[in-house]
């Protein structure tokens, strides 16, 4: 049976190529691209995952009919580098040509058509129907390398104190904000920022990774191999207050630092942590064992969610699927059933677990988003994931929602005399108040009540029982029942889906 | 969708930006799966998935650049599966270069399969044809109801139902230019098709006259009915007359149609540029629109082309895409985002252009704060 995909959650390899050069401007891509593939990459979506209006380094060859033909895109190639030569626009910039997934599909292959362009200019096969975005990035980085800087890179020595940040590219989920927390994370063990690679950095500077002591890799997704390939030691970014606390006390020890980041780290427990700390002792902290979590994101942060939300917090985790899937995780199929069946309270994710929460009408759930696909602003620098400010931000934005479920679903008598009655089983609807008193209810009515209330978030269980009573309780007078039936709470539970 | 994963990643993010909210089903096209021939078979699986959502009466199969360069030979796909009808929808970039054509494609497919060609017409409907604003076909199906119109329907529609019914109407009118196969379909099943649209006074006097006499509706009705509106319109325009000079360009094939209305309105319109490609259904808006005073009509446009004339037409206002707004902005110039921004409001009758303009205007009001944007970022200002 082959593959079914529901719902896509990681793009291409080509992708990966295109957001990982175009961020250094004195880059210039063609991309070997149906018009489609351009403008989606380049225009349409990252004007929502990156909130800018478009990417300007990269020009298309608009792939025809008469490419996919039989002519080949060289000659297509070849025209679409004179255009931007001729009209200045590669001026102090290197070209490099990238194949999509329909130029690899009719077998382009420009490695010779590049050394016939600008001198220096190069072909980068994406592999696009291949790869995902997590290995094209792992990929392009070591490529950029091995193309662009280790041959000027035998010359530079190493310079004690400084340290690489490899990763992010476009479209990464919120990398701005954790991009900042890390890069304060590594000032406060004591290191000195060298490049931030590819986001701050051009491609006339990537020879400058080799002065590095120290790199950090801001993903687990990708950027390892680089890092293995530049020799020097190097660790993860950091997440949760443990992971965030060894990764402070590792750098210092690499970088002969120690005690400016044990220091670093008694210091930040008196400021950043001390919300944590004052959370903790009050009444917020209660909730965390009943509050559970499911998360869709990169690995990355399904790693430091289930660290610091889990093991830290002890909110219970309800699933993780990461991004990419790693073997034995739920894919958006198995995702998708769980969230109709049984959301968590809280729902980290893409626009498609929204999209699932909203086919279950799952009101009771919180969404957060914390992965793409999915359209978001994530520019300001205060809303990190990772790093000490992350665990904050993140236990701040849980702890407000709670709060809004609480104003939301806390039982108020008010609330209850508007709206629809479900249930309502003909027009003479006689008001409950006509009847005072408890109805008694059948054992297995009971028991069905019980099952539907055990399937919804614990915090608003508390008014679901009771708008569930009265609704059942309401249908039963209107039908003349002196009690409540298994066969009657099943009708109203099932009004109450709709 | 049967693709590569990046196009599907695009795609489906673009969809769900603009509201689908539907769960999207595709099969893997990788390496593997096209090198052993498994186009047909994954595009199977991918259908028989889909046909297990409760109440699916309809499965698009959109094809796209790999799957029409691997080969997606449609009597290998099932016709029905369970109740839903399978629809293959051929729309590769590299043949099909703009998306009001993949629309146009994608309808035609849906009406061939689904439209009843052999009801008995009911003469006196109409089928509007265009991705509207929803209150549009509202105000347009009221004022032909006062000429005698028994019933309109939308296309494409809210409902599956729309594309069945859509064989029994007595005429057809295209509301945007590009619905090329679309309208072929239409005039195979014998129903005529009203030329131009109801935009701005005099093309919506000459729409509604065009309806009456092709579905022969009583003339001094109908008569009474464009006159009417005609003089709302006019009223409309004198109270909010608009000057200045505006670019139209954007990439949804209906730009020419708002450089009408707003050259109408007393704008000064000398550049527009669309994705389409030149065709006789855009024909009259350009040639009454070169009339007015248009100097440059570009089809099938780059951004290259949209900066150019940036230079030579220094405009008081863009409707663009979003990296050409993107350019204007940085010098200064208000801009906005055709798409979003004029495909959220009412824009035929006079209805539209009074929504239409009333917004044009108010943000052409708004231009020091894009002047001061630009200087503070970027112009003397910046280092200050």
Redesign the interface.
């Given at each position: 049976?082959?593959?079914?995909?529901?719902?896509?959650s990681?793009?291409?390899s080509?992708?990966a190529a295109v957001w990982t050069m175009c961020a250094m401007p004195d880059v210039h891509v063609i991309c070997d691209a149906?018009?489609?593939?351009f403008n989606?990459?380049a225009?349409?979506?990252p004007?929502?995952t990156d909130a800018i209006?478009?990417i300007?380094n990269i020009t298309p060859s608009v792939?025809?009919?008469t490419?996919?033909g039989g002519s080949g895109t060289g000659p297509a190639v070849q025209r679409t580098y004179e255009n931007l030569r001729d009209?200045g626009i590669l001026d102090g910039k290197k070209l490099i040509v990238v194949s999509?997934?329909?130029s690899e599909?009719?077998g382009s292959d420009l490695s010779d058509l590049v050394t016939k362009l600008q001198p220096g200019t190069t072909f980068f096969h994406s592999e696009?129907?291949?790869d995902?975005e997590w290995l094209g990035r792992d990929r392009v980085l070591q490529w950029l390398w091995e193309n662009y800087g280790q041959a000027a890179a035998a010359d530079i020595q190493v310079e004690p104190g400084l340290v690489n940040i490899i990763g992010p590219t476009y479209g990464c989920f919120n990398a701005p904000s954790d991009l900042h927390e890390i890069k304060r994370t590594i000032e406060g063990a004591g290191g000195r920022l060298n490049l931030i690679f590819p986001y701050e950095a051009t491609l006339a500077q990537i020879a400058q990774l080799a002065k590095a002591q120290v790199n950090v890799v801001l993903y687990k997704e990708f950027g390892h191999t680089l890092a293995d390939s530049l020799g020097q030691p190097w660790l993860h970014a950091p997440m949760g207050m443990q992971g965030t606390t060894q990764f402070v006390q590792k750098l210092g020890e690499l970088l002969g630092t120690q005690d400016k980041a044990q220091a670093f780290i008694a210091q930040e427990k008196k400021t950043t942590l001390s919300a944590i700390w004052d959370l903790w002792k009050g009444p917020q902290s209660d909730w965390f064992p009943t509050t559970n979590i499911g998360i869709v994101a990169c690995g990355t942060y399904v790693d430091g969610f289930t660290a610091f939300l889990g093991n830290e917090l002890g909110m219970p985790i309800s699933f993780a699927s990461s991004r990419p899937l790693r073997p034995g995780e739920l894919d958006n199929e198995g995702v998708?059933q769980l969230l109709h069946s049984n959301p968590p309270a809280f729902v980290f994710g893409s626009?498609?677990e929204k999209?699932?929460l909203?086919?279950a009408g799952a009101r009771y759930t919180n969404f957060i988003p914390a992965s793409?696909?999915?359209?978001i602003v994530r520019r300001a620098v205060g809303t990190p994931f990772m790093g000490y400010r992350g665990t904050v931000y993140l236990l701040q934005e849980i702890v407000n929602r709670l709060y809004e479920v609480l104003f939301n679903f806390l039982p108020v008598d008010s609330a209850y005399s508007k709206g629809p009655r479900p249930g309502a089983t003909n027009g003479a609807s006689k008001p409950a108040a006509d009847k005072p008193g408890n109805l008694p209810w059948e054992l297995e009515a009971k028991a069905a009540l019980d099952a539907a209330l055990d399937q919804l978030p614990f915090l608003p269980r508390i008014s679901a029982s009771r708008e569930i009573q009265m609704q059942a309780e309401q249908a039963a007078h209107e039908a003349g029942l002196e009690k409540v039936t298994a066969e009657l709470i099943q009708q109203v539970l099932a009004t109450r889906k709709n | 969708m049967a693709?590569?994963?990046?196009?599907?990643?695009?795609?489906?993010?673009?969809t769900?930006?603009y509201g689908a909210?539907?769960?999207?089903?595709?099969?893997?096209?990788?390496?593997?799966?096209?090198m052993a021939g498994?186009v047909v078979?994954?595009t199977r699986?991918?259908i028989e998935?889909a046909a297990k959502e409760p109440g699916c009466q309809l499965i698009p199969v959109v094809s796209?650049?790999?799957a029409e360069?691997?080969g997606l030979p449609e009597e290998m796909l099932p016709k029905k599966i369970g109740d839903a009808e399978v629809v293959l929808v051929r729309v590769?970039?590299?043949?099909i270069?703009?998306h009001p054509e993949a629309k146009d494609v994608a309808l035609a497919a849906l009406l061939k399969r689904l439209g009843n060609a052999t009801a008995p017409k009911e003469k006196k409907t109409l089928a509007l044809l265009g991705e509207v604003f929803p209150a549009d076909p509202l105000a347009i199906d009221n004022l032909l109801r006062q000429m005698g119109v028994e019933a309109t329907i939308t296309l494409p529609g809210r409902a599956i139902d729309d594309l069945r019914r859509a064989g029994h109407v007595g005429a057809l009118a295209p509301l945007h230019p590009f619905y090329k196969e679309t309208t072929a379909v239409f005039r195979s099943w014998s129903i005529p098709v009203v030329g131009g649209a109801p935009v701005g006074i005099s093309g919506s006097y000459a729409w509604l006259k065009a309806v009456g006499s092709l579905l022969e509706l009583d003339p001094k009705l109908v008569n009474d009915v464009a006159e009417a509106e005609r003089a709302r319109a006019e009223a409309m325009l004198k109270a909010q007359p608009l000057s200045g000079r505006i670019f139209v360009t954007g990439y949804e094939g209906t730009e020419l149609a708002y450089a009408r209305l707003l050259v109408e309105a007393g704008a000064e319109v000398p550049y527009i540029s669309t994705s389409i490609g030149q065709d006789p259904l855009v024909l009259p808006d350009e040639m009454w629109l070169r009339a007015r005073g248009t100097k440059e009509i570009v089809y099938r446009k780059s951004l290259?082309d949209d900066v150019a004339a940036l230079d030579k037409y220094p405009p008081d206002f863009v409707l663009g895409?979003?990296?050409f707004?993107?350019i204007a902005k940085e010098r200064g110039i208000p801009a906005m985002y055709f798409t979003n921004q004029l495909a959220s409001r009412p824009f035929f009758l006079s209805t539209g252009m009074a929504a239409t303009l009333g917004f044009i205007n108010q943000t052409m009001k708004g231009h020091e704060r894009y002047q001061w944007m630009q200087s503070f970022f970027e112009g003397e200002a910046a280092d200050a």
């Amino acid at each position: 049976m082959p593959k079914v995909i529901r719902d896509l959650s990681d793009s291409s390899s080509y992708w990966a190529a295109v957001w990982t050069m175009c961020a250094m401007p004195d880059v210039h891509v063609i991309c070997d691209a149906p018009i489609g593939c351009f403008n989606l990459v380049a225009t349409a979506v990252p004007d929502y995952t990156d909130a800018i209006p478009h990417i300007e380094n990269i020009t298309p060859s608009v792939i025809t009919e008469t490419e996919v033909g039989g002519s080949g895109t060289g000659p297509a190639v070849q025209r679409t580098y004179e255009n931007l030569r001729d009209e200045g626009i590669l001026d102090g910039k290197k070209l490099i040509v990238v194949s999509t997934a329909e130029s690899e599909m009719i077998g382009s292959d420009l490695s010779d058509l590049v050394t016939k362009l600008q001198p220096g200019t190069t072909f980068f096969h994406s592999e696009s129907l291949s790869d995902d975005e997590w290995l094209g990035r792992d990929r392009v980085l070591q490529w950029l390398w091995e193309n662009y800087g280790q041959a000027a890179a035998a010359d530079i020595q190493v310079e004690p104190g400084l340290v690489n940040i490899i990763g992010p590219t476009y479209g990464c989920f919120n990398a701005p904000s954790d991009l900042h927390e890390i890069k304060r994370t590594i000032e406060g063990a004591g290191g000195r920022l060298n490049l931030i690679f590819p986001y701050e950095a051009t491609l006339a500077q990537i020879a400058q990774l080799a002065k590095a002591q120290v790199n950090v890799v801001l993903y687990k997704e990708f950027g390892h191999t680089l890092a293995d390939s530049l020799g020097q030691p190097w660790l993860h970014a950091p997440m949760g207050m443990q992971g965030t606390t060894q990764f402070v006390q590792k750098l210092g020890e690499l970088l002969g630092t120690q005690d400016k980041a044990q220091a670093f780290i008694a210091q930040e427990k008196k400021t950043t942590l001390s919300a944590i700390w004052d959370l903790w002792k009050g009444p917020q902290s209660d909730w965390f064992p009943t509050t559970n979590i499911g998360i869709v994101a990169c690995g990355t942060y399904v790693d430091g969610f289930t660290a610091f939300l889990g093991n830290e917090l002890g909110m219970p985790i309800s699933f993780a699927s990461s991004r990419p899937l790693r073997p034995g995780e739920l894919d958006n199929e198995g995702v998708r059933q769980l969230l109709h069946s049984n959301p968590p309270a809280f729902v980290f994710g893409s626009i498609n677990e929204k999209i699932y929460l909203s086919e279950a009408g799952a009101r009771y759930t919180n969404f957060i988003p914390a992965s793409f696909p999915g359209p978001i602003v994530r520019r300001a620098v205060g809303t990190p994931f990772m790093g000490y400010r992350g665990t904050v931000y993140l236990l701040q934005e849980i702890v407000n929602r709670l709060y809004e479920v609480l104003f939301n679903f806390l039982p108020v008598d008010s609330a209850y005399s508007k709206g629809p009655r479900p249930g309502a089983t003909n027009g003479a609807s006689k008001p409950a108040a006509d009847k005072p008193g408890n109805l008694p209810w059948e054992l297995e009515a009971k028991a069905a009540l019980d099952a539907a209330l055990d399937q919804l978030p614990f915090l608003p269980r508390i008014s679901a029982s009771r708008e569930i009573q009265m609704q059942a309780e309401q249908a039963a007078h209107e039908a003349g029942l002196e009690k409540v039936t298994a066969e009657l709470i099943q009708q109203v539970l099932a009004t109450r889906k709709n | 969708m049967a693709t590569d994963t990046g196009c599907l990643y695009g795609l489906t993010f673009v969809t769900h930006f603009y509201g689908a909210r539907k769960s999207i089903l595709a099969p893997q096209l990788g390496t593997s799966e096209l090198m052993a021939g498994q186009v047909v078979e994954g595009t199977r699986a991918a259908i028989e998935v889909a046909a297990k959502e409760p109440g699916c009466q309809l499965i698009p199969v959109v094809s796209l650049c790999v799957a029409e360069t691997a080969g997606l030979p449609e009597e290998m796909l099932p016709k029905k599966i369970g109740d839903a009808e399978v629809v293959l929808v051929r729309v590769p970039a590299y043949a099909i270069h703009s998306h009001p054509e993949a629309k146009d494609v994608a309808l035609a497919a849906l009406l061939k399969r689904l439209g009843n060609a052999t009801a008995p017409k009911e003469k006196k409907t109409l089928a509007l044809l265009g991705e509207v604003f929803p209150a549009d076909p509202l105000a347009i199906d009221n004022l032909l109801r006062q000429m005698g119109v028994e019933a309109t329907i939308t296309l494409p529609g809210r409902a599956i139902d729309d594309l069945r019914r859509a064989g029994h109407v007595g005429a057809l009118a295209p509301l945007h230019p590009f619905y090329k196969e679309t309208t072929a379909v239409f005039r195979s099943w014998s129903i005529p098709v009203v030329g131009g649209a109801p935009v701005g006074i005099s093309g919506s006097y000459a729409w509604l006259k065009a309806v009456g006499s092709l579905l022969e509706l009583d003339p001094k009705l109908v008569n009474d009915v464009a006159e009417a509106e005609r003089a709302r319109a006019e009223a409309m325009l004198k109270a909010q007359p608009l000057s200045g000079r505006i670019f139209v360009t954007g990439y949804e094939g209906t730009e020419l149609a708002y450089a009408r209305l707003l050259v109408e309105a007393g704008a000064e319109v000398p550049y527009i540029s669309t994705s389409i490609g030149q065709d006789p259904l855009v024909l009259p808006d350009e040639m009454w629109l070169r009339a007015r005073g248009t100097k440059e009509i570009v089809y099938r446009k780059s951004l290259e082309d949209d900066v150019a004339a940036l230079d030579k037409y220094p405009p008081d206002f863009v409707l663009g895409t979003t990296p050409f707004c993107a350019i204007a902005k940085e010098r200064g110039i208000p801009a906005m985002y055709f798409t979003n921004q004029l495909a959220s409001r009412p824009f035929f009758l006079s209805t539209g252009m009074a929504a239409t303009l009333g917004f044009i205007n108010q943000t052409m009001k708004g231009h020091e704060r894009y002047q001061w944007m630009q200087s503070f970022f970027e112009g003397e200002a910046a280092d200050a």
